[in-house]
């Protein structure tokens, strides 16, 4: 029970890589070794995370050669990537194959697109390119940890963030049979949704006092929701969505909205997705719409329904760079390690953020 696992970090230098490296430094049987970054090797991870210098203040980033290097010192290894798609794949499967020279045991948890989606043509379907490593495909598992309670491959896979605030209302909803297979989903996101790497869309000045979708119908999260969807119930949906971009720095304000399947009883639905989350340390039922201060900074989620002329409408807050990304990655590192769900991950929210 006092086992402690060292962690290498891929791709970082990103937002989801800073709030990988803040949890990692809160967990207390996470063991950071090396954070790899071509872009960034020997400096100072304190120069890219100011705000983490307390938590790191000699750590500098590391090269591949130099952790392949020190693979040997530990016989087990989590690797979490948080490098781009089309990229991570690649990396992970490198960084696998340097395991398997060294004889040590690896486990992955990727928190970019690669891994997904059930094929490498469906990859190629919706990104436009080549998967760089399919013969691992079979190896990884995706879904949101709450959805997926025996996982049968060594790896796993945290969904994207506008997916996971999707998943969290849809999933249980087919699952119990309450609603008819199609949705129409409207969420709001932060601007660090859309990476460190400044555009005009998430520019303060085109950002602030701003509203406005993008992609609508037609994001890349719409057949990773459907595809996992169909992994985690064995049904096929539906699925209509309009992401926006608000005016704020982290987190994600999803509505989505469904017929009901049989009788539109907001109490009973209500309920039932209360008793269907009551096992989980992070997804509360609440009685009034939820609040994005609320979670922000936390791994948490929080879901209200109303029902009303036949129609289910479930508002869903998470925090896109926790719940959404670094959070779910590290539940799924507790999930694999053997460890509670909520190791290193019960956070008490800022407050007035």
Known sequence: MNETLPVILLGGSGYVAGELLRLIALHPRLELAHVISSSRQDEPIADSFGHLAAVYP????????????????????????????????????????????????????????????????????IYGQAHTAPHRLDSFSCAVPEHLEVLNTPHAVQPGCFATSMLLAIVPLIKLGLVEPE?????????????????????HPMRQSNLFAYQPLQHRHDPEVCDIVHACTGSDIKLHFVPQSGPFSRGIHATVFAPCAGKSDQELIATQLAEFYQNSDFVNIVSMPPKLKDIVGTNNAALSINVDKGAVAVCCVIDNLVKGAAGGAIQWVNRLAGWPDSEGLIIAPAGWV
Do not use: Y
């Open 183 to 203: 949705f129409f989903v409207s969420a709001i996101t932060g601007s660090t949704g859309a990476g460190r790497v400044p555009r005009d869309t998430t520019h």
């Open 58 to 125: 000699t750590k500098k980033f590391t090269s591949i050669k130099q952790c392949a290097e020190r693979l040997g010192e530990f016989p087990h290894w989590i690797t979490i990537s948080a490098a781009p798609h089309g990229a991570s794949a690649g990396l992970i499967d490198q960084f696998l194959q340097n395991a398997e020279k060294a004889k040590v045991r690896m486990t992955v948890v990727d928190a970019s697109a690669d891994f997904r989606h059930p094929s490498s043509e469906r990859f190629m379907e």
